[in-house]
Each structure stands twice: as C-alpha cells, then as structure tokens.
C-alpha cells in the first residue's frame, strides 16, 4: 500500500482535490461537471432517436393516442390549469418577483444564478425548437392546438430551470438531508405535473418533455457550476489579498 500511495501520489492528490468541499475546483465542480455530461448524454440521445425516427418515436405515437383516448373534461380542466401556472408568462412573473425578493435581501450571488439561468435557458430553448423543426402531435379533435414547434418542450425545460433554481437555493439555506431530499422531490414534482400536463393535452410527445428536462439539467448545471466556482475563486483571491 506504502508503494502503491508513493507510486499514484499525484492521481490521488488530484481525486483528493477534486473531492474537496472547500476548493472552487473540487467537489462542487466535480458534481456539476457529471451532472452536465449526464444530462448532455440523455439529451443527446433522444436527440438523436428523433432525428433518425428510432422506435423512440413509436412510443411517442403510442402514450400520446393513450392519453388522448383517455382524456375526461374535468382531468382536462386541471391539466391546463397546470400548464398555464408553469408557462412562460407565469415563470416570467414568478422570475420577477424572486429577483425583487433577492435584491430586497441584497442576495447577488443567487439573483446572478436565477437571472442567468432562466432567462438565457428559455432563449437556449427556443433556439432548439427552431433547429429540429418538429411538428407536434396531430388529433382529429386535439385539447389544445398550438402551431409552434415542438421539440424540446419549454414548459419542461422553463419549470426545470426555475424550480432547479428554487431548490438550489432553499438548499444552500437548509442543512438537515432530510429537508434537502424532501425541497429537490418537491420541485422534480412540480417539474413533472408540467410534462404530464403537456403529454396529456396533446401538445408534445413524451420525448418533447424528457428532452426538455435534460436540456434544463445540462444548462442549469453549467451555470450554477460556472458561477459558484468563479464566486469562490474570487472570494479565495479576495482574501489572499
């Protein structure tokens, strides 16, 4: 073991390093960088089945019929009070007032995080609904009609980005794991009521919402991994000085 710590020193000075809680380039970073590759690897792939028509598609056919076929006036009816409590206008007004909130509490590393996260994430959104040109599902008698494109979802991607911010700060406010678990399956719920809703009104396939979700995983873990390591490099030079 002597022999085998002396002969990797340097490997495992740099796992050390990169598991460390109080470096700008360690644990944080490290579990930031997994998160975007992961959800990058999952956008990707659905990316791709939809590109190629891979029976990806063939499911999606198959849980948007299933849901329409099952559609009843009153389930309608709470399905698009959800969608519209998560869509844009809603997580535009929802965006303002945690802006205000943050400045009342001159919060500027977290106001930084939401105004960077949401708003360039919904723009990084639309930019790919005009690059894959997907049409949404198509019903004789659809619930909702929409004429825009379809892949990737903004609802999902929208409530992802915001509620990822949410619990990303209520978080960092909490220490008890059991409040941390309880604050991220809260806002994983909120996130899929809004793809369900979506699903159900017939407005975009599974894969729509999946790729929407990714998509908000990759963005809100480059961004609030980027800020939170620039924030502690300042703040480590800030105090050498």
Not at 54 to 75: G, K
Not at 122 to 127: G, I, K, S, T
Not at 178 to 204: D, E, M, N, P, Q
Request: charged fraction near 10%; proline fraction near 4%.
């Amino acid at each position: 073991m002597v022999r085998f710590r002396r002969r990797f020193a340097p490997q495992i000075a740099f796992v050390k390093a990169r598991l460390s809680p109080r470096s700008h380039l360690g644990l944080n970073l490290t579990l930031g960088a997994l998160a975007l590759i992961g959800a990058s690897w999952l956008f990707g792939g659905i990316a791709e089945d939809v590109l190629t028509a891979d029976p990806l598609t063939i499911v999606d056919v198959e849980v948007a019929n299933w849901f329409h076929a099952r559609a009843t006036p009153s389930v309608t009816r709470i399905m698009l009070a959800i969608t519209q409590a998560n869509g844009p206008t809603a997580i535009t007004l929802y965006v303002v007032f945690a802006a205000l909130y943050l400045i009342w509490k001159r919060d500027w590393y977290w106001l930084t995080c939401l105004l960077v996260v949401v708003p360039a994430g919904a723009l990084l959104n639309v930019l790919m609904k005009y690059a894959f040109h997907r049409a949404r599902p198509s019903f004789e008698h659809p619930l909702l009609s929409l004429t825009s494109y379809s892949f990737p979802s903004g609802h999902a991607a929208g409530s992802m980005l915001f509620y990822g911010v949410v619990a990303a700060y209520l978080i960092s406010k909490v220490r008890p794991w059991r409040s941390r678990v309880a604050i991220v399956l809260c806002a994983f719920a909120f996130v899929l009521l809004t793809a369900l809703s979506r699903v159900y009104l017939g407005v975009h396939y599974l894969s729509d919402v999946l790729a929407g979700m990714a998509e908000a995983v990759a963005w809100l873990s480059l961004c609030l991994t980027g800020i939170h390591t620039y924030w502690m490099h300042r703040n480590g030079n800030s105090s050498r000085t």
